[in-house]
């Protein structure tokens, strides 16, 4: 095991992740954590990561000295580096430039085991204020930058090591084999974690927390609560009731394709529930146009829709969410991290339903972490590599008011650029493509006759872990097909476009 120690910055997951590619286990626990607690944990290194704040201010997140004293190896980065050095005597000052962005950092000592196989100048992703003015006794700087004299330290004698830039941003080229040094090298883990494990501890652990209880689950038909309804489907059977909620808002044709996967003709052991429940939001979000306000509606309403199941059901002791780490994140919850969308399986839970506990398997996981994880538990790779579909679903690729009318629309553009991708063979390849509808009408004409109709966003973005996302190129010819088709066969739409932004700055999804 090796600790991840949470300093509120925003690559807190990806170190994470970094460190299970190594086929390491590790968990992420805040810095807040008790010495004691981490000690009995016998973890075999610990890692502090980046974090906003500035460590000689009063109240930022500190750790006391003996966080260095246990013997275990310890990696600080970019804050966590800073006060590891504040902490034992060093010193950190607000540098006169902010250094960000890739930068060129030059290896001083090539025989550190941090950089062992590492190029003599590398290529690493800065992000900081201030800077390591002078390292604490017993470290030696083990590397620079052209602005930054200390871009690394180690004091080997202690196992203590010291990066000032993020070896877990793909920015930097070679950090995923500084952390592999770190958790391979320094700690000695033995890299004998893999995804079926996570997969046979997750059982191991439903059983043992599920007991003989009763289990009840939201499942949307999507990626992560398929996976998380087979996960406990596989530990626990039929004391597991799925609520499938098809609320207007689903790509065309899912509630029957979902339904003919989880419902009683299916493969899996499981009791499940239908509800169709689109008038009751058609009527909700009727006059609704702003997306914050949509996506609380949505997820509200899911709630309540949820909440009358549950009533049916009775008392439950569990309740399983699907859950993966980016949604945490972008809710505001995985540490200091600003909230960009209120993501509608987070951030409500019903308050009328009678259960002990949530269960949330997927919580540390990325998507294509998940992705591994539904292969491991032989789910059918047309499900486990499925678009990705957010919770508000076609909700909030409905700019402004949703009205059943767009939903038709929306959904049918959709079908047919899915459709047209898969053709052209690039379902797989692209990370996420699908269409939306701008609130946009414009003028054209069809045979001799003015339209004054909707304009179609087309958007297809790669992706590693949607954290951050770049337009994937589609060959013109398919998007010429597409816009032709959707023009042709979708009443009320007479303009198509091609949306470029990446991720940061837009988003995803349009709301
Ligand atoms: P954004 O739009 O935030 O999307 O860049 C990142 C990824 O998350 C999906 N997404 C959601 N998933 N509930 C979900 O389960 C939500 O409320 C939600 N909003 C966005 C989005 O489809 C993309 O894959």
């Not at 767009?406 to 049918?412: A, F, G, L, T």
Request: hydrophobic share 35%; charged share 25%.
């Amino acid at each position: 095991l090796v600790i991840v120690l949470d300093f509120g910055g925003q690559y807190n997951q990806l170190v994470a992740r970094r460190v299970r590619e190594c086929n390491v286990y590790c968990e992420i626990y805040s810095y807040k954590t008790d010495l004691e607690k981490i000690k009995a944990m016998e973890p075999k290194g610990i890692i502090l990561t980046g974090g906003p704040n500035s460590c000689y201010e009063a109240d930022s997140p500190t750790y006391s000295k003996e966080l260095f004293e246990l013997g275990i190896p310890v990696l600080g980065l970019c804050y966590g580096a800073q006060l590891m050095m504040h902490v034992l005597g060093g010193k950190v000052e607000k540098a006169d430039a902010r250094e960000y962005g890739k930068t060129e950092v030059i290896v001083d000592k090539t025989s550190s085991k941090i950089f062992e196989g590492v190029s003599k100048n590398t290529i690493c992703w800065m992000s900081h204020f201030d800077y390591i003015s002078q390292v604490a006794p017993g470290f030696e700087i083990t590397s620079h930058t052209d602005n930054c004299p200390c871009a690394s330290a180690e004091n080997t004698k202690d196992q203590l090591y010291a990066i000032q830039f993020h070896p877990e941003v793909l920015h930097t080229q070679e950090g995923t084999k500084m952390l592999y040094n770190f958790v391979r090298g320094v700690c000695g883990c033995s890299g004998d974690w893999r995804m079926d494990s996570f997969v046979d501890e997750q059982i191991k652990a439903i059983r043992e927390k599920v007991g003989d209880g009763k289990v009840l689950c939201a499942l949307s038909g999507g990626v992560d609560s398929s996976v998380a309804a087979v996960l406990l489907s596989k530990a626990i059977g039929n004391q597991l009731t799925c609520v499938f909620v098809d609320h207007g808002l689903l790509r065309k044709n899912e509630g029957d394709e979902v339904e003919a996967v989880f419902g009683p003709e299916g493969p899996y052991e499981l009791n499940f529930i239908r509800v169709n429940a689109q008038e009751r939001y058609y009527s909700k979000l009727k006059g609704v146009t702003e997306p914050e306000a949509k996506r609380k509606i949505i997820g509200e309403e899911f709630i309540r829709v949820f909440e009358e199941e549950a009533k049916k059901i009775g008392t439950v002791d569990f309740l399983v969410q699907g859950t993966i780490y980016p949604d945490v994140v972008e809710s505001g919850l995985g540490g200091e991290s600003a909230v960009i969308k209120s993501h509608h399986n987070v951030g409500g839970l019903p308050d009328h339903v009678d259960f002990k506990e949530i269960i949330e398997p997927l919580r540390d996981l990325f998507k294509d972490e998940v992705r591994k994880a539904g292969l491991e538990l032989g789910i059918p790779e047309n499900l486990v590599f499925r678009q990705p579909f957010p919770g508000p679903g076609l909700g909030i690729r409905i700019i402004g008011e949703v009205t059943a009318d767009k939903v038709r629309i929306v959904q049918d553009a959709d079908a047919i650029y899915r459709e047209e991708i898969a053709k052209a063979g690039l379902d797989r390849s692209i990370g996420q493509y699908f269409a939306a509808l701008t609130n946009m009408r414009s003028v054209g004409v069809m045979g001799d006759e003015r339209t004054y109709d909707y304009a179609v966003a087309l958007r297809a973005v790669n992706t590693i872990d949607f954290m951050t996302a770049e337009s994937a190129e589609i060959p013109y010819e398919v998007l010429n097909k597409v816009m032709s088709r959707i023009i042709n066969e979708v009443r009320g739409v007479n303009r198509v476009m091609y949306d470029l932004t990446s991720k940061p700055p837009g988003t995803i999804e349009f709301e």
